[in-house]
């Protein structure tokens, strides 16, 4: 039928708004499916996968404040599916959605707009630290969800005080999930419970902290007593405060922000139009129609804000935001949502879909890879596993990646090894040794693609390992100079010592035989005489020659009868010649030169020395 003069336009069907409303929550839901990790990826992850086998927080799995809810959930989610990582990743999608459901509620209760509140849970959801974070199997997303549960119920509370001890058995759960995501839930609870009379903020109270003690506090007093859980929590509050704050920092506030304000959007051009969305709603809501939703919204989530810019580590912003960008979407649907009233016509929400449009592009390829490749070091262990086939092997693993190793290499032997010169000084055994992790010549790096999200929005770590196997090599003890480089005739340049008079190799412990190649130059035309080298092997002598060229290459053939295998070995150079290039006018070079050592090769012998 149509619209006689006058008339103003009919409003959407019942159907058509129930099909759009469909429509939406299905890109929504889909898109946290999308942003389900396909594997173990950080830290955090092994150890939250190691607690759903064992929950010991008296040995820090998981670490403080300990998440006993959390892994409690984790464990029902992995009896459903069978599997510790799909439990968990899986518990997150569940959670996320739930959370874009929370916060259009409380959106709705703070801002008193469902438009409004639409176009916040919307803008929220494709924020770039929210939506990578989506699907990790870690207890941020829980933690939010239930925290905004909390919070929405204290809200709530505020015209429907039957729903205040609800709201406090709730922030007890949130707080057995992630302590940290509950604040804004703990101060939404004390303003909705204040204005109650007296006896109604007594149940409250009670409530709350008998919630916290029997979900939160009881799981770790009976799993592992008082004592170590407090140790540990003074320890994680210590390295906090030593490691992560901005006190730790140097009080580089500046950098804080770098990464607070602007790196967790993935792009400085989101960073800006959200940032300026934000101011736009802060001016909005600072009308006197206006000023109580703007500090109800600031008193409930820039507590938390201002603690996590001071003391949570900035280099994980993405993460650690969480809790408080719910305020940030609030403010940023409100600025967008009064410029549409005002310059669009019909007050269509274009500049809000255009940011969301917008936050997905930048987003996407991050989300992409963590879905459907594998995490660099899941990737190189499954890699170090098919090149080690069925023979038994040993793991160095660099420190960083010790819960990796741990998870993913549970009936290998494992030895940490931060340095190549620390891999150097595995002993040699006839077992193969893989490096995990750390760099080393030999070593190539497994990686996802570079993406600026995965270093800007996530912690930026473990985006490649470095993999390769351990062969045989020397460190340089006394009496060798830093390495230099110098043209090697193709174009390129090769790397060499100076020796003075002796110098000192030093060798892996050993029980097998070995051999060492050395590719030696002798400066003969600085010398008056020729000289003589000689070589020793833990105070044995292995020979002597005469320099009569100023290029020797020799072999040296290492009895395991001469080696230690329980300590490092010494090969000792010498020569009976040596000079300082400065008392001779060559140069100002004022070091005593005896010999250059381009090269020194340890080999596994082939046969036992006599054998042919």
């Not at 989506?134 to 039957?162: C, I, K, N, Q």
């Not at 003969?524 to 005489?529: E, G």
Request: proline content about 9%; overall charge positive.
């Amino acid at each position: 039928m149509e619209r006689g003069p006058g008339k103003t336009p009919a409003a959407p069907s019942r159907w058509l708004t129930a099909a759009l409303v469909l429509f939406g929550a299905t890109v929504l839901v889909a898109s946290r499916v999308v942003a389900r990790q396909a594997s173990l990826w950080e830290w955090d992850d092994a150890v939250f996968l190691l607690a759903l086998d064992q929950f010991a927080p008296q040995n820090q799995v998981p670490h403080p404040p300990f998440y006993p809810g959390y892994v409690a959930l984790g464990r029902l989610a992995r009896a459903l599916l069978g599997d510790g990582i799909l439990a968990l990743t899986w518990l997150s999608v569940a959670a996320s959605c739930l959370a874009l459901t929370f916060h259009r509620l409380v959106a709705s209760e703070v801002l008193g707009s469902r438009r409004t509140a639409l176009a916040s849970t919307v803008l929220f959801a494709f924020f770039p630290a929210v939506w990578l974070h989506a699907g990790v199997p870690l207890s941020d997303p829980v933690g939010l969800a239930a925290g905004l549960a909390a919070l929405w119920l204290a809200l709530r509370g505020r015209e429907r005080p039957h729903l205040l001890v609800p709201a406090a058995i709730v922030l007890g759960a949130a707080v057995s999930i992630r302590p940290q995501a509950a604040l804004p839930a703990a101060i939404g609870l004390i303003v909705a419970a204040w204005p109650a009379p007296s006896p109604r903020r007594v149940a409250v109270a009670l409530a709350a902290v008998g919630s916290v003690l029997v979900l939160y506090a009881a799981p770790l007093v009976a799993v592992g007593g008082l004592g170590p859980v407090w140790h540990w929590t003074r320890y994680q509050a210590g390295f906090v405060v030593s490691t992560d704050s901005l006190a730790a920092h140097g009080w580089t506030v500046l950098t804080v922000a770098r990464h607070y304000w602007l790196d967790i959007w993935g792009s400085p051009g989101i960073a800006i139009a959200v940032g300026l969305a934000v101011l736009n709603g802060v001016f909005v809501l600072a009308r006197r129609e206006g000023r109580r939703r703007l500090a109800l919204a600031l008193g409930l989530f820039l507590p938390y804000a201002v603690l996590c810019w001071v003391f949570l580590d900035p280099a994980t912003a993405g993460r650690y935001a969480l809790p408080y960008l719910p305020l940030l979407a609030m403010l940023a649907a409100e600025g967008l949502s009064a410029a549409e009233r005002r310059f669009v016509p019909h007050g269509w929400p274009v500049a809000t879909a255009a940011l969301v449009v917008a936050m997905a592009v930048v987003t996407w390829p991050a989300i992409r890879i963590v879905h459907s490749q594998p995490s660099p070091p899941v990737r190189a262990a499954t890699t170090i596993h098919d090149e080690a086939g069925s023979a038994p092997f040993r793991l160095a693993f660099h420190p960083k990646l010790v819960m990796h190793a741990a998870v993913l290499f549970p009936e290998v032997p494992r030895v940490a090894a931060r340095t190549a010169e620390a891999l150097c000084s595995l002993p040699l055994d006839g077992v193969p040794t893989w490096s995990y992790g750390t760099e080393a010549p030999g070593t190539w790096t497994v990686a996802w693609p570079d993406d600026p999200v995965l270093r800007r929005v996530s912690r930026g770590r473990y985006l490649g390992v470095a993999i390769g196997r351990v062969e045989p090599c020397v460190t340089f003890g006394t009496g060798f100079y830093r390495a230099e480089r110098e043209p090697d005739g193709t174009g390129g340049t090769r790397s060499f010592r100076w020796m003075a008079e002796s110098g000192v190799l030093v060798l892996p412990p050993a029980s097998i035989p070995l051999e060492i190649e050395l590719d030696i130059g002798v400066p003969l035309a600085a010398f008056s005489t020729t000289p003589r080298l000689s070589a020793s092997l833990n105070g044995r002598p292995l020979g002597e020659r005469t320099a009569t060229t100023s290029r020797l290459r020799q072999r040296l053939a290492l009895d395991p009868a001469w080696l230690r295998a329980d300590a490092p070995n010494e090969l000792v150079l010498t020569t009976t010649e040596s000079v300082v290039p400065a008392e001779r006018d060559r140069s100002a070079d004022r070091r005593r030169l005896g010999l250059r050592l381009w090269s020194a090769t340890l080999r596994v012998h082939p046969t036992q020395p006599g054998q042919p």
